[in-house]
């Protein structure tokens, strides 16, 4: 339950030493004043930091898209590999491989859920078998992410999907949500499993493998609800000490993590707004067609003209929903799990700041000289190996995470601007009116 | 905004004026439609022109918009734009142009000047003057007649109006028109004095002969439609085109909010820090570059208005048709019913009810002297009544030949210049597109550089 020490070290050959070396990010500089185009931000285009009611959720069908990370089948677009998600420790020594599929509706007397199933394929000798089937909730996948964090309060564990969608959402269960949760869910259980420390959390197999009356008597051995709830109250105290005593590296971290968190917010509304743009353009356009073919049935010498135009304009639309799609299978989905990173960042330094606390508690009550001085020196040496462990394993991951997310979003981007590329030159054909059009162009 | 002219396809044959020593050609056309139709035989196209000893070709411009306060009729203070109109005349062998007048007009003045062209041409389809008031605009466009852009694009309606009018070879010899364009004051005086306003035919006059006219010619029947059909179907079109502006507007500003999110962002990182700041600047030049196209794309809207103008000009000249048309239906209608009346004397049968063969049922019959008298009368009237409807034929006759001839250049002038509008806005739609792949090109290779 304490903070494990063993593993972080021996595993990851692939990280940077989890000492000293940590790289710290350049909080220091001063932020740069906007890139000056702020004509561009008057209050006409957007007020992002009002709360708008595009937290909805919109992905389209993947039908482009494979989601099984083992199978051999060649991405039909750069969009595919994004999902492939790309984990630079290793890829070749891969032995777990997880999907998950098939999101299917139950429903009770009390209460309608819906479940996923998961298929695990592995080679790992701790695994019974080779493969396991088996069906999850959402409270269960839950409950994993709750005992990965109590396992290891300072490694950064991916962060979960959003329980509900509050606005927007007029039915709990709409496919669109359903699969986009199914993405996101998929994309948790691959990152635990190619993080080098968690991928080998016991909680973790018992999630992938265990049968459904396995997993229930399982969950009943953490500790109840009322002691996790006892340690929040507690836990909430000692953080606000534990961020006065921070070392510097943390508070540099801490900074990057603020900032960050203020970005990727505004990347996932700027994204949002975006493609609720290109829908509404996309809608108008539709409509823009048809008025010029409706026109030519009463012209002669203007009807190829105008059939022209309107074949260009339907160009357009094709090229805007290839932008949406873009958006909604390349991008969006990424920036919302930073989104949902950042916040888990912000719980992960307030667990380190808690571990902390609990040592300065410790040392100040040894100071004053309150109680058994021999027994808090003995507490006191425990804390400052937590202390440090919990520190060595954060600096660790966090170096990892900050690669990661650097590929990540690095990959999202170009692949959007990729998108958006091709929908443009899609949109280059001139079709009947090529000659008139290409006239013109040398005339200009 | 420097002074633009139309551009050079779209540019118009310069017209010809009469030289100043041929004032009454002018007058002459101001006075009598009848002589009008009757001068011009054929498409009314340029050639013409040459035949008649035409010296010098001009060029007119509505170069300069300004704002001006002045009192109205009322008394009342008023704020106004005034366009300065120059006109040149191009020496021929040489081709320099020498400014010839220059003077200020407002609006009111121009839809003067077309209204009194309507009543004395109502044969010709009238070129129509840019929207008095702005229409079909999207967000960012202003609905104010003071806004600086809407006075720009009325400064350029206003060019192409005049130089529609001169280069039209019936309206270009007008007088009036000649006046507008070299006589800066009185001209509103020497307009009314023609008292054009009391030749114009009533709204419900026309109205009543578009329900009542039995026998219009098909063609214009059919000409009616088109003009209908035209005007739904471009309004409707302008709607739809305002709000996709509107949209790709958002599209691209939005965009911008990335430029400045990112130049933040890669405050805090080390090698990705230039990556997005250069990507930034990126999204921050692909947002700017919606104003142009946009600006680019009003231009289009106002050529396809002018066109949803001009069906209500077809209108207009469908309309003086009909009018024309019953008015000779009624003399027709007229004239048969007193022929009736002076047989049924004549011959004592009474078929018809008529006031006198009640009085004569209730009072006697009159003496043959009186009904002699009476036939004499009518007699008078039937050849006055043959006379007039001849004549009333014949100017239908002429009316129609000239409409339609006139109806026939503008076919042909509309496609042209609708056909080349629709290339151009394919084009731009083209040109967008290309620079889109520029500058996400250039993004994505910053992206790829992060």
Avoid at chain 2, 171 to 199: A, P, S
């Amino acid at each position: 339950m304490e903070g494990e020490c063993r593993a972080p070290q021996a595993r990851s050959s692939g990280l940077p030493a989890g000492g000293g070396g940590g790289e710290s990010p350049g909080g220091d500089a001063p932020l740069p004043g906007s890139s000056g185009s702020s004509a561009l931000l008057q209050a006409e285009v957007l007020d992002l930091d009002e709360d708008e009611d595009d937290l909805e959720v919109f992905s389209k069908d993947a039908s482009l898209m494979d989601m099984n990370s083992f199978s051999p089948v060649m991405p039909t677009s750069p969009l595919s590999m994004i999902n492939q998600v790309k984990f630079e420790d290793e890829p070749d020594l891969k032995d777990l491989f997880i999907t998950v599929d098939e999101p299917e509706s139950h429903v009770t007397t009390i209460e309608t859920f819906i479940t996923y199933r998961i298929i695990t394929k592995t080679s790992r000798g701790e695994f019974d078998s080779s493969e396991f089937e088996v069906r999850r909730r959402y409270q269960d996948f839950l409950w994993l992410k709750e005992r990965l964090e109590e396992a290891h309060p300072t490694l950064i564990i991916p962060p979960l999907p959003e329980k509900f969608i509050v606005k927007g959402m007029v039915e709990r269960f709409n496919d669109d949500f359903i699969e986009t949760r199914r993405k996101a869910l998929h994309k948790f259980l691959n990152r635990i499993a190619d993080h080098p420390t968690l991928t080998f959390n016991e909680d973790f197999k018992v999630f992938l493998t265990a049968q459904a009356w396995e997993l229930s008597s399982h969950k009943k051995q953490g500790p109840g609800l009322l002691s996790r709830m006892g340690q929040t109250v507690r836990a909430v105290a000692l953080s606000m000490r534990g961020v006065k005593s921070r070392p510097e590296e943390f508070m540099e971290m801490n900074n990057f993590i603020e900032i960050f968190s203020q970005k990727i917010n505004l990347i996932d509304k700027i994204s949002q707004r975006i493609y609720k743009e290109e829908r509404e353009y996309f809608d108008e356009m539709k409509e823009y067609g048809p008025i010029h073919i409706l026109w030519s049935a009463s012209e002669e010498d203007l009807a190829d003209t105008l059939k022209g135009v309107a074949s260009c304009i339907d160009r357009c639309c094709k090229a805007t929903e290839k932008r949406m799609s873009g958006l909604s299978e390349a991008l969006l989905p990424v920036v919302h799990e930073y989104v949902l990173y950042s916040e888990m960042l912000m719980g992960v330094m307030k667990r380190r700041d808690q571990i902390q606390a609990e040592l300065d508690s410790k040392v100040e009550a040894l100071t004053s000289k309150k109680a058994d001085t021999d027994l808090l020196t003995e507490e006191i040496g425990k804390l400052e190996d937590k202390v440090e462990c919990a520190n060595n394993a954060l600096k660790a991951d966090w170096e990892r995470w900050k690669q990661n997310m650097q590929n990540d979003i690095k990959s999202a981007f170009t692949d959007m601007a990729e998108e958006n590329i091709h929908s443009y030159e899609q949109t280059i054909y001139y079709g009947p009116i090529y000659s008139s059009c290409k006239e013109k162009e040398e005339m200009i | 905004m420097e002074q633009a002219l139309p551009d050079p396809e779209r540019r118009l044959q310069p017209a010809t004026l009469e030289p100043l020593g041929h004032p009454d050609a002018g007058l002459e056309s101001a006075v009598g439609e009848e002589a009008e139709g009757a001068r011009d035989e054929g498409p009314g196209d340029g050639t013409m022109m040459e035949n008649n000893f035409w010296l010098k070709k001009i060029e007119i411009s509505v170069s300069e918009a300004e704002k001006r306060t002045g009192r109205n009729a009322m008394n009342m203070q008023e704020t106004y734009t005034a366009y300065l109109i120059e006109t040149r005349s191009v020496e021929h062998i040489d081709g320099q142009s020498v400014l010839t007048d220059s003077l200020w007009r407002r609006y009111s003045e121009f839809e003067l000047l077309r209204n009194y062209l309507l009543v004395y041409y109502p044969h010709i389809v009238v070129p129509p003057l840019p929207e008095k008031r702005a229409e079909f605009v999207w967000h960012k466009l202003s609905a104010d007649n003071m806004d600086p852009d809407f006075v720009e694009r009325r400064r350029i309606g206003l060019e192409n109006f005049l130089l529609r009018v001169a280069s039209h070879p019936i309206l270009c010899r007008d007088k009036i028109f000649y006046l507008f364009l070299t006589q800066e004051g009185n001209w509103k005086e020497t307009v009314n004095e023609t008292g054009f306003q009391l030749k114009a035919d009533s709204r419900l006059k026309a109205l009543n002969a578009t329900f009542r006219v039995k026998n219009p010619d098909k063609r214009f029947t059919e000409l009616k439609h088109y003009s209908d059909e035209l005007q739904s179907v471009i309004s409707h079109l302008l709607r739809v085109r305002a709000r996709v502006a509107d949209r790709l507007y958002g599209v691209y500003k939005v965009h911008g909010n990335y430029g400045r999110v990112f130049s933040e962002w890669s405050a805090i990182e080390k090698e990705m820090g230039d990556g997005l700041q250069s990507a930034g600047h990126h999204m921050d030049v692909y947002a700017s570059s919606i104003d142009d196209i946009l600006e680019d794309e009003e231009h289009y809207a106002d050529q396809l208005k002018e066109y949803l103008f001009y069906a209500e000009a077809l209108r207009a000249v469908c309309r003086k048709h009909e009018l024309m048309q019953y008015d000779l239906e009624m003399a027709a209608q007229d004239l048969a019913s007193k022929k009736q009346q002076c047989e049924e004397l004549a011959t004592g049968t009474v078929r018809t009810f008529s006031l006198k063969g009640m009085t004569t049922k209730l009072f006697g019959q009159e003496t043959p002297e009186q009904r002699e008298a009476r036939i004499k009368v009518l007699e008078e009237q039937i050849n006055e009544g043959e006379q007039q409807l001849k004549s009333k034929n014949q100017e239908g006759r002429e009316f129609v030949k000239n409409a339609w001839a006139d109806i026939e250049r503008f076919k042909e002038q509309k496609n042209h210049d609708l056909k080349e509008a629709l290339i151009s806005y394919a084009v731009m739609q083209i040109s967008m597109c290309k620079k889109g792949i520029q500058v996400w090109t250039n993004a994505k290779e910053c992206f790829s550089k992060m």
